[in-house]
Each structure stands twice: as structure tokens, then as C-alpha cells.
């Protein structure tokens, strides 16, 4: 008979993850799952998995840290002090929303780690801040 | 339920840190927020943060270190002494004006230590001398925090459409 297992990376971090941001956003801003890069319109988040690290624990239970990537994109054609100032609130609402909704869900210690500002490489007009972020999970 | 957040990296890191410039050059120097370098005068600044990161996470609140970079664009069709002094004093200057507002003021503020300053840096600007100042920022943000409701004998509240019941942590 086959184990019970949990589908960890899916269940519990990144539909998670992408619950929190779409229960923020609603539909102002698509959050996807994937690991390469399209165009998905004028603003959108791409949650992407990197690694997970075990916890040693003595109990029971299987307890990881996972590291992620949450890519978020935004056309800025103007390049003006407007366009800055959006672009910057919504990415001081996904490190918020990250850090105050994600504990409703099972999941805790939750970390931005770091932030990178550039423009994007791939997408020409499109502002990118890339979130390394790492939280645990116990199964 | 939206959340309630400020805009820290515009409203807390690069807004006072302009300010606090302009306020000291008044309209000599040209001060705007970009990646890419604009043509707007014989000398201009061009302030934007190129990443932060994470210092310390505290129950209901995280401290980031951003890291700032600015530009400082002196245009030059000669390579001559002049534009050279015109950016070292400038540069010398702007450097004064974070040293006397490291810290304190209307809005908390806090270099995390003295700029570092690169000269005659190749910014891909024809006939320009340029300077880059990098300066590390400290800012620690509250923020909201929220549980789910638990109930005497530990317990989710659930709710009859199937959602819990979250409360203010």
C-alpha cells in the first residue's frame, strides 16, 4: 500500500503563498506558479521554488525550511516619479502581506530575506524586484 | 481584508534621503529616482536603491538594511581640471549633507555607515565625468500580524462558510 504523503512544495508553500498575495491583491495583481518567464501582463508575481533545507527535530514529524523566489514585474513606460512610487508600494505590500498573513496558514517563520531592484532583462519596459524569501513547514 | 502597509523604500528610504538634498543644493542640482541615467542639465543626481536585505526579524517586526546608489552625472565635453573640481566638491558636499543626517530628524533615519565613493566610474554616458556614492540605509518596520481564532479546548472558530476566524494577533 502506497504511503500517505503531502504534496509539501504545493500544498503548503506556494498555494499558500499564492492565497496570502491573491487574497491581498484580488485581481489587481495575477500571481503565478512557474519557473519560466512570460509576459503575463502590465504587473504579475511568479512564485518559483528553489530549495528546502531539513530541520533536525526529535518529534515525529517531518520539518523543512524552503527557500523561494517571488519575482514580481511591472511595465513602467513613463519612468516617472509616479511610476516609482507605485512600483515601491506594491512591493512594500507583498513583504507585509508576507509577513503578516502567511502565519494563518501552516507555516512560520517567515523571512524576506533580501530584495533586488534592476530592470528587467527579458522584458524590455518591465521594472523587476526579485524576494528571496524562506519560511518552515511541518508535515 | 487588505492589509495596511506603508510604502517603506519610497516614503522612508529614498524620499528623505532626496529631500534632505534638494534642501542643501536647492535647484542646482537636479535630484530624480531612476535606474537609467536621464539627460535633464550640466550636472544631475539619480538616486535609486539596488537592493535590500534582511538585518533582523523581531515578532511584529522585520529591519532591513537598503542599499542606495546615486550618481552623480557632471557633463564635459573637456577633460579638463575644472569639471573635475566642480564634481570632487559636489561629491564632498553631498557626502557633509549624509554625515549630518545620519540619524534622527522628522522621520527616523539611520545610515547604517558612511557612504562609499567611487570617481570617473564608466556609467556609459558620453562626455561626463561620473561619481558613484553607495549609501546603507537601516529602517525597521512594524508590521501587522494576524492568527486564526482558537478556541478554549485549541480549536479553529470556524466560521459557517468554511473560513476561519482571524483575529489581530
Known sequence: ?139 | MAISSNNITYDKIMTPLRDKLRTEFKGALPIYFDTKHQDIGTKSLRIYPTSQELQEKRTSSFMNLYNIEMDYVINTKLDNEKALDVMYKDVSRIETVLFNNSNGGSIPYFYAAMPTIEHNIDAGIQDSYVSRISVPVLYEEVHEKFVRFVTSNDKFFVLSDGSFYIVRS
Open chain 1, 1 to 139: 500500500m502506497a504511503l500517505v504523503s503531502t504534496n509539501a512544495w504545493k500544498s503548503s508553500i506556494e498555494e499558500t503563498i499564492q492565497g496570502a498575495l491573491r487574497n491581498e491583491f484580488k485581481s489587481s495583481l495575477p500571481v503565478f506558479r512557474s519557473k519560466i518567464n512570460q509576459i503575463r501582463g502590465n504587473q504579475f508575481v511568479v512564485i518559483r521554488g528553489n530549495s528546502s533545507n531539513p530541520n533536525q527535530t526529535m518529534f515525529a514529524k517531518l520539518s523543512s525550511t524552503y527557500n523561494l523566489n517571488i519575482d514580481f514585474f511591472m511595465i513602467d513606460r513613463k519612468r516617472n516619479d509616479n511610476t516609482i512610487k507605485k512600483f515601491f508600494k506594491i512591493v512594500s505590500r507583498i513583504e507585509e502581506t508576507l509577513y503578516s498573513l502567511l502565519e494563518i496558514d501552516p507555516t512560520f517563520k517567515i523571512q524576506v530575506n533580501a530584495i533586488s531592484y534592476e530592470d528587467d532583462n527579458e522584458f524590455e519596459g518591465y521594472r523587476k524586484a526579485v524576494f528571496e524569501i524562506s519560511l518552515r513547514s511541518v508535515r
